[in-house]
C-alpha cells in the first residue's frame, strides 16, 4: 500500500503515533507527518497517501475541512479521526464523510492498532476490487460487441435438438447457412462446466465472466478462426469447444490434457473460476447432441472433483448405492447442541462419499433427508426455521448445494451451526446478560470496551450487542455508560473521595472527558452536582 499521513497541530501527539506504532508489522514503509492542513495538503500533492490519520481542531481550519477536501481530491483515500472532541456532530460529519473511525484521544496503541490493521484491510480490499473492476470493465466492452455468428447458432441448433439431424436436412442447414464445414467432417466436443466462483458475483458479473471464460478458452484452444472450430455457450454453466478432427491440440492426448490443465488453472487465478474439463470422443456433426449429452451428463454426476480434466473413456461408473448416514444419532447431536460432533460426524461420513464417488441422486437424497432432520429438532425447539435460514443463507448457496460434495460439506456445516447456536441463545440469552451485568459491575474501575465484555461470555461483539438490546431493551453502550454514571453520583453524595479519585474508580483516566460526560448526563458538573445533592 502507499504511505500513511498522520496530521495533527500537537507535535508530541503527532510524534508518538508516529514512533508508538509497529509500523513494519502492518506492512506500512512510509508515514508522513503534517502540523496543519496547508502542510497536509502539500504532501500530497508530492506523495501518495492511503491512510490519514487527523485531529479535529488544527490551525487553518480543522480535520473536517481537510476531509472534506481529500474526499473531492484524492476519494481513494481511506481516513480515520482522532481527536479530544467527543463532539456527536462532529462524529456525525466525520462519518457522513466516509471516515472509517472517528477515536477519542488517549487511546492505547493496541486499539490504534487493531483499528489501523481494518483500514489497511479495506485498502487492499477495495484494491482488489478496483482490479477486478478493471477487468469486468473490459470483458464487457468485448462482450457488448460481440453479435451472434451463425456457426454457433448452427452447432446450439444441433446440440439443442432444435433442427432435425438427418444427414440430408444438416447437410442443407450447412449450404443455406455457408457454415463452413462439411456435411461428413468429424469434431472433438470438450466440455466446460463452471463448477463454482471463488468470488461472490451478481447476475450481471457472471455473465461477463462466462463470456471471459469463452474468450479465454478460444484463444488457449487456438480457435479464433470459424474454419478451426469454436466455443458455445449451451447454458448458464456450460460450454462446449468444438476442435475438428485434425486440430494441431490433438497431435496427442497427454497435449491436449495439458494444455486443458492449463487453461483451467488460468480460470481458477484470473476469474474466480473452479472448472472441469471432459473430453469426448470423436463425433461426426450428426451424432454431436449424443456426444455432448454423454458428457453433461457424466459432468452432472460427478459431485467429488472440481479443477480437473476427464476424459470419457476414463470415466468410471458412478456408484448408486452409499451407505446410509445415521440420522437418528444426529437427530440426537443436534438436540443436545452437540455442534461440534455432530459437524465432525457429517464431515467424514461426507469425505467417505467422496471415496465412494456418489452420484447426484445421493446428495440428493442426503440434502432432503438432512433438512428433514434439522426442521424436526427446529420444531421441537419452538423455533421457525424460515426465520433463521432465509436471511442468513444466500439463494445462490441453496440453489449450488447438491452440486458438489464440497458445497454440501459447506452447507450442511452452516445449517447446523446456524440451528445450534439460535437454539443455545433461546436457553441461554437471560442467564448471558446476567453474566454481561455482573462482568460490568465487577470492572467499573476498568476501561473495559465491548469486544472485552463480549469475549468474557465467548460471544462476538455484534451478536452480543443485539441480544443485549433484545433483552434490556437498552444498548450495551448505553447502559455501561448508565452504570458507571449511576456509581459515580453515588460516590459524589455518599464518599469524600476527590472527583479523580471516582473518575478512576468507573474506568476513566483522563479527568476532562469524565468531567464533560458527566455534565452530558447530568446537565451539572461533578462539583456542582455533589453540592446539591449534599445539602
Not at 483499528?115 to 473490459?138: N, R, Y
Not at 436457553?427 to 460490568?440: F, G, L, P, W
Amino acid at each position: 500500500m502507499d504511505g500513511v499521513l498522520i496530521v495533527d497541530d500537537e507535535i508530541h501527539a503527532a510524534h508518538g503515533i508516529e514512533t508508538g506504532i509497529d509500523w513494519a508489522k502492518l506492512g506500512v514503509t512510509q508515514v508522513y507527518v503534517a502540523y496543519n492542513i496547508r502542510q497536509a495538503k502539500e504532501i500530497y500533492t508530492s506523495q501518495a497517501i492511503s491512510l490519514m490519520i487527523c485531529d479535529i481542531e488544527m490551525p487553518q481550519g480543522n480535520g473536517i475541512d481537510l476531509l472534506t477536501w481529500v474526499k473531492e481530491h484524492y476519494p481513494a483515500t481511506v481516513s480515520l479521526f482522532l481527536t479530544c472532541h467527543a463532539d456527536f456532530e462532529y462524529a456525525k460529519k466525520a462519518l457522513q464523510l466516509g471516515s472509517l473511525d472517528y477515536l477519542l484521544k488517549p487511546v492505547r496503541y493496541t486499539e490504534l492498532e487493531a483499528v489501523l490493521h481494518k483500514a489497511i484491510q479495506k485498502i487492499e480490499s477495495d484494491s482488489e476490487a478496483v482490479k477486478f473492476t478493471e477487468t469486468l470493465k473490459h470483458y464487457y466492452q468485448l462482450w457488448s460487441a460481440h453479435h451472434p455468428l451463425l456457426v454457433e447458432r448452427f452447432w446450439l441448433d444441433l446440440i439443442h435438438q432444435t433442427v432435425s439431424s438427418h444427414p440430408e436436412q444438416i447437410s442443407e442447414l450447412i449450404y443455406k447457412r455457408n457454415i463452413p464445414y462439411l456435411p461428413d467432417d468429424q469434431f472433438v466436443p470438450i466440455l466446460i462446466s463452471v463448477r463454482g466462483w471463488s468470488k461472490e458475483l451478481s447476475e450481471r458479473e457472471k455473465k461477463i465472466m462466462e463470456y471471459a471464460l469463452r474468450n479465454a478458452a478460444e484463444h488457449s484452444f487456438h480457435l479464433d478462426g470459424l474454419e478451426g472450430g469454436c466455443v458455445v455457450p449451451i447454458s448458464e454453466r456450460n460450454l462446449v469447444a468444438l476442435l475438428p478432427r485434425d486440430h494441431a491440440l490433438l497431435v496427442s492426448t497427454a497435449y491436449l490434457e495439458a494444455e486443458l490443465m492449463s487453461y483451467v488453472r488460468s480460470c481458477d487465478e484470473y476469474f474466480y473460476c473452479e472448472l472441469s474439463c471432459y473430453i469426448g470422443e470423436v463425433t461426426n456433426i450428426v451424432d454431436i447432441h449424443k456426444a455432448v449429452q454423454s458428457l453433461i451428463e457424466k459432468d452432472r454426476n460427478n459431485v467429488t472433483n472440481a479443477r480437473k480434466v476427464y476424459r470419457l473413456d476414463e470415466i468410471s461408473e458412478l456408484q448408486e448405492h452409499v451407505q446410509q448416514p445415521n440420522i437418528s444419532s444426529w437427530l440426537e447431536l443436534l438436540k443436545q447442541g452437540s455442534k461440534t460432533s455432530l459437524q465432525e460426524d457429517i464431515h467424514r461420513y461426507l469425505e467417505d462419499m467422496k471415496q465412494t464417488e456418489g452420484s447426484a441422486k445421493i446428495l440428493q437424497e442426503f440434502y432432503h433427508n438432512f433438512l428433514q432432520m434439522v426442521y424436526h429438532v427446529l420444531q421441537l425447539k419452538g423455533l421457525q426455521a424460515h426465520l433463521i435460514f432465509s436471511e442468513r443463507l444466500s439463494t445462490q448457496q441453496m440453489a449450488s448445494v447438491t452440486r458438489t460434495v464440497s458445497n454440501l460439506q459447506e452447507w450442511s456445516k452452516a445449517v447446523v451451526e446456524l440451528a445450534v447456536d439460535f437454539i443455545q441463545s433461546i436457553e441461554e440469552s437471560h442467564t448471558v446478560i446476567n453474566q454481561v451485568k455482573a462482568y460490568i459491575t465487577e470492572n467499573m474501575d476498568k476501561d473495559i470496551s465491548r469486544d472485552d465484555i463480549a469475549a468474557n461470555v465467548f460471544l462476538s461483539p455484534d451478536y452480543l450487542s443485539r441480544i443485549f438490546k433484545k433483552e434490556t431493551g437498552t444498548s450495551l453502550f448505553d447502559y455501561l455508560i448508565e452504570e458507571r454514571f449511576k456509581l459515580a453520583q453515588s460516590l459524589l453524595i455518599q464518599s469524600d473521595k476527590s472527583v479523580s479519585e471516582i473518575a478512576t474508580s468507573i474506568g476513566y483516566t483522563n479527568f476532562s472527558h469524565f468531567s464533560k460526560m458527566f455534565k452530558r448526563v447530568t446537565d451539572m458538573n461533578p462539583l456542582e452536582f455533589r453540592k446539591k445533592h449534599r445539602k
